[in-house]
Structures are given as structure tokens and as C-alpha cells.
């Protein structure tokens, strides 16, 4: 399984990209409207309109974003991904977006703990905040509180259900605590979001045969 540090990777496009900047959400509205029809015939948008999806859009147009990601040419699942991370990452007011980066910075100088208790504080001041809750359980992941990070990456999945990246962190926590059974669940679920995550699909064989189902 997964060390410490392979876990990380899986989140450096948080924590190092320059999606962490804020992005103005004006003409969502329109650009949307405008590619909403081809997307739900499954039409294939060009890199630009998805790109100007993750600049501009909001939570609402996370599931058509989803779709995609099992069935856009293979070049585009990056930009995909890319763009349901910019939207994510800017949720919450403008205050919250900020201290949330403040605290992905925390998280990238290895500075865990402090991370976490920053994040609790935008948890608590803005709850419907999902990102916060699935940073909060990486910061915790790395400081061995396994149940605690758990029970944030549920949050995050309850609040958000295509956010592979929190199903792929709580089959990390899963492993972590030797509860093979369930971190199968966990990484299916990941995958059923995201089709094409191939180190969860080699990770569900490995853990098929500890915890055959």
C-alpha cells in the first residue's frame, strides 16, 4: 500500500498548482448556458470551454463535469480534473477561499497540525464549505488521527459526491487501519466517480486478494 508520501502526491495539484488562486465567478451564468445543451447530448467540449468552466463555473456544474471524466478523449481527463478542483477550491466566500489556500500552504511546508486547526476554524465558521472538510482529513491523515480524517472525508462525500479525490483518501485511511473491507468500498466508490484512476483500479486488485468480496 500507499506510504505517507505517495498519498501526498495524489494531492499536489492542491497544494503546489496555480489553481489555489482565486478565480472571479462573473458570466458563469452564460457560458454555461451555452455549453450545458452539448454536454447533456454528450457532446465533447473543446480544452478552452472546460478550462473557462473551472474559472468561472460553481458547485451546480460539478455533475456534468463528472461525466466527463469517463468519456472525454484521454488528453482531456487532466483538464477535467483541473476544473472541478478550481471550482472546488473556491467555494466558500472570499474569506474562506483564502484561509483555506493559507492552509493547503501549511500542508505543503508539512506543517499538518497547525493546517488542521486553521481548517477547523473555516469548518466551523462555514460548514457548507465542503473542501475545507476534505483538506481537514488530509491534514489529519498525516498526523495518524485516522478516525477523525475519516469521518471528514465522509463529510466531504456527503456534501459533495463526485469528489473522487475524498472516496480515494478515505480508502487511504481505510488501509491505514488494516480495514481492507472497507476501503474497497471506499475506492469503488472513487472509481464509479472517476473511471480512469488507474492507481485506485491497481489498488482495488491488491486488496481484492486481502479482502475478497
Known sequence: MESSAGVLRIYSQVID???????????ADDLWDSVAPQLQR??????ATIRSIGRVGAMQHCALLQRLLGRCDSHLVPVVEDALWMIWLRAGSTGGSRRLRAAIRMMRDGQFERAEL?????????PSFVEPHNQRGLALYFVNRFDDA??????????NPYHYAAACALGHVCVAEQAYGAALHA??????????????ERMIDDLTRLAPS
Open 42 to 47: 454528450g457532446g465533447a467540449p473543446t480544452e
Open 187 to 200: 475506492y469503488r466508490m472513487a472509481l464509479r466517480i472517476h473511471p480512469r484512476l488507474t492507481e485506485i
Open 17 to 27: 498548482s496555480e489553481w489555489v488562486r482565486e478565480q472571479s465567478a462573473s458570466g
Open 150 to 159: 475519516a469521518d471528514c472525508f465522509r463529510m466531504a462525500l456527503r456534501c
Open 118 to 126: 486553521a481548517l477547523a476554524d473555516v469548518v466551523r465558521d462555514e
